[in-house]
């Protein structure tokens, strides 16, 4: 069992970082930006200067709310480095805050209708409440509600990860095209992970 909750801990690690890097190489090369999900976008969006703002807005400092978010269930790491932990704290705060404001306005162009925009409207907006119930419990000194929080908020923060899962897997395991598979992971995304997270905060 202490095996399975190291390797669970490993590629939930690496997963984060990964992902939390991949938003940084849309800024440095431009096969990201041909291939990726950018690609995927009506020329017309693309091109819009408020959209593409917004976009790089979204996956860079969610990005960064991958990175920052995971050493804060570290309990060695956090009785240790308090200082850091309350800094990267603060710092997944603002990138979660600006990512998910700008995350809820590119959903409103979202490939696959209204079920799909509905879907990143509503990871957005949850994004936003937990991460701020989090932010109002410690502010509080309500340390148990806010670590209740916290794992809501990065349960969702998470789906970067579980899009980019699901979306190859759809695509090329299951033959779906792009926007039949988006308009599903649009939700499916983030709702198994909340759900997750709820089931993860009742044995606390």
Known sequence: ?????????????LLAIVIGLYPFGYVISDTLTENGLLSQKPEGIRTDQIWYVQFYVHIILGGVALLTGWSQFLKRFRSKNLGTHRLLGKVYMIAVMLSGLSGLYIALYAEGGIVAKAGFAGLALSWLFTTSKA?????????????KWMIRSYALTFAAVTLRIWLPMFQFGFGMDFISAYV??????WVPNIIWAEWKVSRI
């Open 1 to 13: 069992m202490k095996f399975i909750n190291i390797l669970g801990w490993f590629f939930f690690i």
């Open 135 to 147: 932010y109002i419990a410690v502010r509080r000194g309500q340390i148990n509600p806010h670590k």
């Open 184 to 189: 599903i992971i649009a939700w499916l995304c």
